[in-house]
C-alpha cells in the first residue's frame, strides 16, 4: 500500500462525517486462521433530517443525499490515475459469502436471500455497469424504515465526473469541501471555528491541515503536508 492510500483513506472519513454520515470500514472475514477475505474501506449512514445550518457551509450537495430516506453509502478509496483502473476489490465482488457478511453487517434485513445477494453483487460490480450516468443506487422500503443503498468510489487523483458513467467523488470535491467546512479565514457568529480539536482522535492532524492554511488548498499540498508526519 501506497503511504498516500492511508492518508487518503482518513481523508475520505472526515469528508463523510462532515457530510453528516456516521462513518466506519469493514473487514471481510476468512474461514482460514490468519487471512481476511477483503476489506471494505468507507461504510456510511446518514438520517433523513441531518442539518448544520448553523455552520454556514453552503456548497452544492455533490452526494446528492435523500431528504426522505435513510442512506446506506458503500465506497472504497481508489488513489489511482486511470477511471478503467477503480472497481470494488476482487475478495469482496466476486465472493457471494464475502457479499452476504457485508449485508449482515449493514443488518436492514431480517432475512437475507438469494435476491439480495445478488443485487448487492451487481452494484459491487458497478465498473461493469456502461449504461448508469450518476451515482449508482437502489431503494428498500422495508418494515424498519425507507432507504437509500449508493454504491460509489472516493477518486483523489482523478479529476471531475465527466457526467457520464458511474459517478464518484473526485479529489477537488474531497479537499474543497473540507476546506470550505474547516478553514479559519472568516469568523462565523455561530459557530466557533476554533477550538480543542483533539475530540477528532485520529483525524485531528488532517483537520489541522485545514485550520492551519490560509489559502484554499489542493491535492498536491495535501500530499505535501502528509508526507512530512512521518
Known amino acids: 500500500m501506497d503511504i498516500m492510500d492511508r492518508h487518503y483513506e482518513f481523508l475520505a472519513k472526515l469528508y463523510m462525517r462532515l457530510k453528516g454520515y456516521v ?14 477475505k477483503s476489506e471494505l474501506d468507507i461504510i456510511a449512514v446518514r438520517m433523513p433530517f441531518h442539518s448544520q445550518e448553523y455552520r454556514w457551509v453552503n456548497v452544492e450537495d455533490y452526494l446528492e443525499s435523500p431528504n426522505d430516506r435513510i442512506e446506506i453509502l458503500i465506497g472504497d478509496v481508489k488513489n489511482k490515475t486511470k477511471l478503467d483502473a477503480i472497481e470494488f476489490n476482487e475478495g469482496l ?17 431480517s432475512n437475507v436471500s438469494q ?58 470535491e474531497l479537499i474543497g ?9 472568516q469568523r462565523i457568529k455561530t459557530c466557533s471555528r476554533r477550538y480543542n ?28 503536508y502528509c508526507k512530512k508526519l512521518f
Do not use: M
Request: proline letters at 2%; glycine letters at 8%.
Open 115 to 172: 435476491k439480495e445477494i445478488e443485487k448487492f453483487e451487481y452494484f459491487l460490480n458497478l465498473h461493469r455497469i456502461k449504461d448508469c450516468d450518476g451515482f449508482l443506487t437502489f431503494d428498500e422500503d422495508l418494515a424498519i424504515g425507507k432507504f437509500r443503498l449508493k454504491f460509489t468510489f472516493f477518486c483523489p487523483q482523478l479529476s471531475k465526473w465527466s457526467g457520464k458513467g458511474f459517478k464518484y467523488i473526485h479529489g477537488e
Open 197 to 224: 480539536f483533539g475530540g477528532w482522535n485520529e483525524l485531528t492532524k488532517y483537520v489541522l491541515f485545514f485550520k492551519d492554511t490560509k489559502e484554499k488548498v489542493t491535492t498536491k499540498g495535501f500530499e505535501t
Open 177 to 185: 469541501f473540507c476546506w470550505e467546512c474547516l478553514n479559519e479565514t
Open 93 to 109: 465482488r466476486k465472493d457471494q459469502e464475502s457479499i452476504k457478511q457485508l449485508i449482515d453487517w449493514v443488518g436492514i434485513y
Open 23 to 36: 462513518v466506519s470500514n469493514l473487514i471481510i472475514h476468512s474461514h482460514q486462521p490468519g487471512n481476511s
